[in-house]
């Protein structure tokens, strides 16, 4: 089985600083079509997830622009440009390339 | 616009079933397979399997082969996940998403639903 390795797994974070998860996947994420099926979910506070991001870096519609994602292989990385109080909660990437994985999640929280 | 709703809260003993419905609409149901995950209290994600709507397929994870059925009944666009011998390890809120075939990605997911197993 892939395995998904996130960090930090705690990430407290000042209001209008930058935000950064890393994803390291066990093997390579890149399928035999050429696409890397890599996603980044959001769980807020007594939310279900929702997709950020999907195939590393395509970001889902009304998902504000200050989420980014890219990386390549197995090293993928999230970022939030300026992070605000809506952001709070636990980030996850998910894997679809070899069956379906998630990372251990990141819990983002307002320092 | 597309919605996935599951079913209610369940309290159950140890050693019983409990079977998990997810109501789609707002799309074709069978153009899309149901994933189900799950999530302990305060915990992570868990990838349970699938199930294809079309042709009724299905796919576990190694840990739930012989104790977890998924099934659809396309007449009323819904989707069941049945977990048998319930253990307190399988406390949880479970989740039904919907995946995008062109990214393999979750693009929707039902509210979950709690199952709490208790003696």
């Known amino acids: 089985d892939v395995v998904m390795t996130q960090s930090p797994l705690s990430l407290p974070v000042t209001l209008g600083q930058p935000a950064s998860i890393s994803c390291r996947s066990s093997q390579s994420l890149v399928f035999s079509d050429g696409d890397t099926y890599l996603h980044w979910l959001q769980q807020r506070p007594g939310q279900s997830p929702r997709r950020l991001i999907y195939k590393v870096s395509k970001r889902d519609s009304g998902v504000p622009d200050r989420f980014s994602g890219s990386g390549s292989g197995t090293d993928f990385t999230l970022k939030i440009s300026r992070v605000e109080a809506e952001d709070v909660g636990v980030y996850y990437c998910v894997q679809g390339t070899h069956g379906i994985t998630f990372g251990q999640g990141t819990r983002l929280e307002i320092k | 616009q597309v919605q996935l709703v599951q079913s209610g809260t369940e309290v159950k003993k140890p050693g019983a079933s409990v079977k998990v419905s997810c109501k789609a609409s707002?799309?074709?149901?069978?153009?899309?397979?149901i994933h189900w995950i799950r999530q302990a209290p305060g915990q992570g994600l868990e990838w349970m399997g699938w199930?294809?709507?079309?042709?009724?397929?299905?796919n576990y994870a190694q840990k739930f082969h012989g104790w977890v059925t998924m099934t659809r009944d396309t007449s009323i666009t819904t989707a069941y996940m049945d977990l048998s011998r319930l253990t307190s390890d399988d406390t949880a809120v479970y989740y039904c998403a919907r995946v995008d075939s062109s990214t393999w990605s979750f693009d929707y997911w039902g509210q979950g639903t709690l199952v709490t197993v208790s003696s």
């Open positions: 199930v294809n709507p079309n042709n009724g397929g299905t």
């Open positions: 707002g799309y074709t149901f069978t153009g899309y397979y």
